[in-house]
């Protein structure tokens, strides 16, 4: 079982920046490939960016293109988010998502068995 938790979400401006953090509580999350999705009021869920294994590659929506960057620290168990140059339409509840039996990510939800609880990101105009 991977348990996955969410921080660094909050409330900026336009323009401005924040860094999300999924943190897994597992052994060897090295081994599970990750994704970002994000989930606005009244709108399905959406794919964001995602990570492979090794983090050798990675996936984005083009909505981010440019703006948001997908790393990880395996020897932390962490993932990260960066997000840069946000916008109003940004504002959503972002997930961070696992995958063990694929070493790739993907932009389909019903890919991930594990997701985490969410985190509020909020960008006023």
């Known amino acids: 079982q991977v348990q996955l938790v969410e921080s660094g979400g909050g409330s900026v401006q336009a323009g401005g920046s924040l860094r999300l953090s999924c943190a897994a509580r597992?052994?060897?999350?090295?081994?599970?490939?990750v994704g970002w999705f994000r989930q606005a009021s009244e709108k399905e869920r959406e794919f964001v960016r995602g990570i492979s294994r090794s983090g050798g590659s990675t996936d984005y929506a083009d909505s981010v293109k440019g703006r948001f960057t997908i790393s990880r620290d395996s020897a932390k168990n962490l993932v990260y988010l960066q997000m840069n140059s946000l916008k109003a339409e940004d504002t959503a509840v972002y997930y961070c998502a696992a995958r063990g039996d694929s070493s790739i990510n993907s932009v389909h939800r019903s890919a991930y068995d594990y997701w985490g609880q969410g985190t509020q990101v909020t960008v006023s105009s």
């Open positions: 597992v052994r060897n999350f090295r081994w599970y490939a």
